[in-house]
Protein backbone atom coordinates (compact mmCIF):
# COMPACT_ATOMS: atom_id res chain seq x y z
CA UNK A 1 0.00 0.00 0.00
CA UNK A 2 1.36 3.10 -1.06
CA UNK A 3 1.30 4.99 2.96
CA UNK A 4 3.49 1.94 4.11
CA UNK A 5 5.87 2.69 1.13
CA UNK A 6 6.33 6.21 1.87
CA UNK A 7 7.14 5.50 5.56
CA UNK A 8 9.92 3.58 4.40
CA UNK A 9 11.64 5.73 1.20
CA UNK A 10 13.09 8.24 3.25
CA UNK A 11 15.11 6.56 5.05
CA UNK A 12 16.37 4.60 2.40
CA UNK A 13 17.38 7.46 0.81
CA UNK A 14 19.43 8.61 3.47
CA UNK A 15 21.22 5.86 4.00
CA UNK A 16 22.17 5.14 0.09
CA UNK A 17 23.27 8.77 0.58
CA UNK A 18 25.25 8.56 3.88
CA UNK A 19 26.84 5.17 2.13
CA UNK A 20 27.71 6.96 -1.66
CA UNK A 21 28.73 9.95 0.73
CA UNK A 22 31.72 7.53 2.16
CA UNK A 23 32.87 5.00 -0.70
CA UNK A 24 32.84 8.50 -2.98
CA UNK A 25 35.20 9.77 0.01
CA UNK A 26 33.54 13.05 -0.12
CA UNK A 27 35.17 16.14 1.51
CA UNK A 28 33.81 15.71 5.27
CA UNK A 29 34.59 17.22 8.59
CA UNK A 30 36.73 15.55 11.06
CA UNK A 31 33.58 15.44 13.49
CA UNK A 32 31.05 14.32 11.00
CA UNK A 33 32.98 11.65 9.86
CA UNK A 34 33.20 10.44 13.12
CA UNK A 35 29.44 10.13 13.35
CA UNK A 36 28.43 8.63 9.68
CA UNK A 37 28.89 5.09 10.91
CA UNK A 38 27.16 5.92 14.22
CA UNK A 39 24.45 7.65 11.82
CA UNK A 40 24.51 4.52 9.51
CA UNK A 41 23.45 2.19 12.17
CA UNK A 42 20.62 4.24 14.05
CA UNK A 43 18.99 4.80 10.33
CA UNK A 44 19.80 0.93 10.06
CA UNK A 45 17.47 0.41 13.41
CA UNK A 46 15.38 2.97 12.58
CA UNK A 47 14.69 1.47 9.35
CA UNK A 48 14.18 -2.11 10.79
CA UNK A 49 11.45 -0.73 12.83
CA UNK A 50 9.50 1.21 10.69
CA UNK A 51 9.02 -2.09 8.46
CA UNK A 52 7.96 -3.93 12.11
CA UNK A 53 5.55 -1.12 12.10
CA UNK A 54 4.77 -1.61 8.64
CA UNK A 55 4.12 -5.29 9.40
CA UNK A 56 2.39 -4.70 12.20
CA UNK A 57 -0.45 -2.54 10.37
CA UNK A 58 -0.72 -4.32 7.67
CA UNK A 59 -1.60 -7.41 9.94
CA UNK A 60 -4.17 -4.95 11.27
CA UNK A 61 -5.49 -4.22 8.44
CA UNK A 62 -5.88 -7.60 7.32
CA UNK A 63 -7.63 -8.47 10.76
CA UNK A 64 -10.18 -5.74 10.12
CA UNK A 65 -10.83 -6.62 6.88
CA UNK A 66 -11.49 -9.80 7.66
CA UNK A 67 -13.72 -8.56 10.61
CA UNK A 68 -15.75 -6.35 8.02
CA UNK A 69 -16.26 -9.46 5.94
CA UNK A 70 -17.50 -10.96 8.83
CA UNK A 71 -19.53 -8.63 9.88
CA UNK A 72 -20.98 -8.01 6.20
CA UNK A 73 -21.89 -11.88 6.16
CA UNK A 74 -23.84 -11.77 9.28
CA UNK A 75 -25.74 -8.52 9.04
CA UNK A 76 -26.45 -9.78 4.96
CA UNK A 77 -27.50 -13.48 5.85
CA UNK A 78 -29.22 -12.95 8.99
CA UNK A 79 -32.25 -15.24 9.19
CA UNK A 80 -34.41 -11.61 10.55
CA UNK A 81 -34.54 -8.37 8.10
CA UNK A 82 -32.22 -5.57 9.20
CA UNK A 83 -32.89 -1.83 7.63
CA UNK A 84 -31.30 1.26 8.18
CA UNK A 85 -33.33 4.53 7.33
CA UNK A 86 -31.96 8.32 7.46
CA UNK A 87 -33.15 10.66 9.44
CA UNK A 88 -36.27 11.54 7.08
CA UNK A 89 -37.14 7.69 7.27
CA UNK A 90 -35.25 6.79 3.77
CA UNK A 91 -34.17 3.30 3.77
CA UNK A 92 -30.39 3.49 2.71
CA UNK A 93 -29.71 -0.20 3.94
CA UNK A 94 -31.12 -3.55 4.00
CA UNK A 95 -30.29 -7.08 4.06
CA UNK A 96 -30.99 -10.13 2.16
CA UNK A 97 -33.75 -11.02 4.50
CA UNK A 98 -35.64 -7.93 4.77
CA UNK A 99 -35.66 -7.73 0.96
CA UNK A 100 -37.46 -11.09 0.55
CA UNK A 101 -40.32 -9.80 3.63
CA UNK A 102 -41.33 -7.07 1.46
CA UNK A 103 -41.45 -8.94 -1.45
CA UNK A 104 -39.58 -6.27 -3.91
CA UNK A 105 -35.94 -6.56 -5.59
CA UNK A 106 -33.22 -4.41 -3.37
CA UNK A 107 -33.03 -1.31 -5.66
CA UNK A 108 -36.83 -0.58 -5.20
CA UNK A 109 -36.34 -1.02 -1.40
CA UNK A 110 -33.23 1.47 -1.21
CA UNK A 111 -34.44 5.28 -1.09
CA UNK A 112 -37.98 4.44 -0.35
CA UNK A 113 -39.97 4.60 2.71
CA UNK A 114 -41.16 1.93 4.53
CA UNK A 115 -44.87 3.08 4.69
CA UNK A 116 -45.21 2.13 0.87
CA UNK A 117 -44.54 -1.53 1.65
CA UNK A 118 -47.11 -1.37 4.73
CA UNK A 119 -50.97 -2.32 4.51
CA UNK A 120 -53.15 0.51 3.99
CA UNK A 121 -54.53 1.91 6.92
CA UNK A 122 -51.36 1.16 9.78
CA UNK A 123 -48.88 3.38 8.49
CA UNK A 124 -50.09 6.01 11.16
CA UNK A 125 -49.49 3.55 13.83
CA UNK A 126 -46.19 2.57 12.42
CA UNK A 127 -44.97 6.29 12.33
CA UNK A 128 -46.64 6.82 15.83
CA UNK A 129 -44.24 3.90 16.99
CA UNK A 130 -41.13 5.44 15.40
CA UNK A 131 -41.55 8.90 16.78
CA UNK A 132 -42.33 6.99 20.42
CA UNK A 133 -38.81 5.50 19.96
CA UNK A 134 -37.21 8.78 18.76
CA UNK A 135 -38.44 10.75 21.68
CA UNK A 136 -37.58 7.98 24.48
CA UNK A 137 -34.90 6.85 22.78
CA UNK A 138 -35.84 3.21 23.64
CA UNK A 139 -36.15 0.56 21.53
CA UNK A 140 -39.92 0.24 20.27
CA UNK A 141 -42.14 -2.88 18.97
CA UNK A 142 -45.05 -2.94 16.62
CA UNK A 143 -46.79 -5.53 14.64
CA UNK A 144 -47.72 -4.93 10.78
CA UNK A 145 -49.28 -6.36 7.97
CA UNK A 146 -47.22 -5.67 4.81
CA UNK A 147 -48.99 -5.03 1.20
CA UNK A 148 -50.15 -8.30 -1.08
CA UNK A 149 -47.89 -8.11 -3.45
CA UNK A 150 -48.27 -11.27 -5.47
CA UNK A 151 -49.28 -13.03 -2.27
CA UNK A 152 -52.01 -15.38 -1.94
CA UNK A 153 -52.08 -14.66 2.29
CA UNK A 154 -51.11 -11.65 4.26
CA UNK A 155 -47.87 -11.26 6.07
CA UNK A 156 -47.33 -9.89 9.26
CA UNK A 157 -43.91 -9.01 10.57
CA UNK A 158 -42.89 -7.97 14.16
CA UNK A 159 -40.87 -4.22 13.63
CA UNK A 160 -38.28 -3.29 16.26
CA UNK A 161 -37.44 0.25 16.15
CA UNK A 162 -34.23 2.04 17.37
CA UNK A 163 -33.55 5.91 16.91
CA UNK A 164 -29.69 5.78 15.81
CA UNK A 165 -27.85 8.64 17.72
CA UNK A 166 -24.42 10.14 17.51
CA UNK A 167 -22.11 11.20 20.66
CA UNK A 168 -23.86 14.75 21.04
CA UNK A 169 -26.89 12.94 21.02
CA UNK A 170 -28.44 13.84 17.92
CA UNK A 171 -30.65 11.71 15.65
CA UNK A 172 -28.83 10.22 12.84
CA UNK A 173 -31.80 7.72 12.04
CA UNK A 174 -33.32 4.49 12.71
CA UNK A 175 -32.37 1.16 12.79
CA UNK A 176 -35.40 -1.70 12.39
CA UNK A 177 -35.20 -5.13 12.71
CA UNK A 178 -38.41 -7.27 11.00
CA UNK A 179 -38.95 -10.85 12.19
CA UNK A 180 -42.19 -12.71 10.41
CA UNK A 181 -44.57 -13.65 12.45
CA UNK A 182 -47.54 -14.55 9.90
CA UNK A 183 -47.66 -17.98 11.10
CA UNK A 184 -47.80 -17.15 15.39
CA UNK A 185 -50.19 -14.77 13.89
CA UNK A 186 -52.21 -17.34 11.53
CA UNK A 187 -52.09 -19.23 14.97
CA UNK A 188 -53.41 -16.58 17.43
CA UNK A 189 -56.40 -15.95 14.37
CA UNK A 190 -57.20 -19.51 15.03
CA UNK A 191 -57.49 -19.52 18.48
CA UNK A 192 -59.53 -16.61 18.50
CA UNK A 193 -61.60 -17.91 16.15
CA UNK A 194 -61.92 -21.14 17.95
CA UNK A 195 -62.66 -19.18 21.72
CA UNK A 196 -65.50 -17.39 19.64
CA UNK A 197 -66.95 -20.57 18.40
CA UNK A 198 -66.26 -22.10 21.86
CA UNK A 199 -67.90 -18.87 22.91
CA UNK A 200 -70.47 -18.76 21.09
CA UNK A 201 -71.83 -22.20 21.65
CA UNK A 202 -71.68 -22.43 25.37
CA UNK A 203 -73.94 -19.33 24.98
CA UNK A 204 -76.35 -21.22 22.71
CA UNK A 205 -76.01 -24.35 25.03
CA UNK A 206 -77.09 -22.28 28.14
CA UNK A 207 -79.78 -20.61 26.08
CA UNK A 208 -81.34 -23.74 25.40
CA UNK A 209 -81.19 -24.99 28.82
CA UNK A 210 -83.18 -21.84 30.22
CA UNK A 211 -85.79 -22.46 27.29
CA UNK A 212 -85.92 -25.82 28.21
CA UNK A 213 -85.81 -25.06 32.06
CA UNK A 214 -88.99 -22.05 31.39
CA UNK A 215 -91.12 -24.71 29.37
CA UNK A 216 -90.47 -27.31 32.48
CA UNK A 217 -91.69 -24.79 34.94
CA UNK A 218 -94.41 -23.65 32.40
CA UNK A 219 -96.10 -27.30 31.98
CA UNK A 220 -95.33 -27.91 36.30
CA UNK A 221 -97.40 -24.35 36.62
CA UNK A 222 -100.55 -25.93 34.07
Known amino acids: MPPYKLLVAPNINLLNEAKERLEN???IDNTFSDDVPL???ELKLHQIEL??????LKRSRIELEALHREFADLYEFAPCGYLTLNAKGIITRANLAAVKLLGVDRESLL?????????DGWDGSYLSTRREAQESREKQNIALPLKEIDRKKPKWVLAEIDVEIDKESKM??????LVDITERKEAQEKLEEFNQNLQE???EELSKRVRIEDEKKRQDSI
Open 51 to 56: ELQNEE
Open 25 to 27: NQE
Open 111 to 119: HSSLTLFIK
Open 172 to 177: LGWRIT
Open 201 to 203: RVE
Open 39 to 41: LIE
